[in-house]
């Protein structure tokens, strides 16, 4: 998929996002967050495996930086992780559109 997204707009940049941190990277449960790491490696292999210059990766745990963002579920964003998400977000993708502009 991010292939062929890649593909049909070469000149525009494209975010691929690893999953947010939630209740799995928390737990005592090593299968559990196993997993979570699993899912954003696939997503870096995905990345990792395109030849195309504008596609850029961006992990999730870097944009959440902090458990107290989440909920009482720890699972989704409340509202102060809400808008650590979106500040950080903006300034990833803020670079990203001044590169494609240049």
Known sequence: MVDR???????IPVACITIYPHHRDFTADSEASDRSERFRQILREAVTGLAHSNVT???G??????????????IHPGD???IQMG???AARLSGLMQRGQN
Not at 5 to 11: E, K, L, Q, R, Y
Not at 61 to 74: A, K, Q, R, W, Y
Request: hydrophobic fraction near 45%.
């Open 80 to 82: 102060l992780g809400m």
């Open 5 to 11: 997204v890649a593909t049909a707009h070469p000149d």
């Open 87 to 89: 500040e950080n977000l």
């Open 61 to 74: 745990p870097e944009l959440l930086t902090d458990s107290g963002g989440l909920t009482v579920d720890l």
């Open 57 to 59: 990766l961006i992990e």
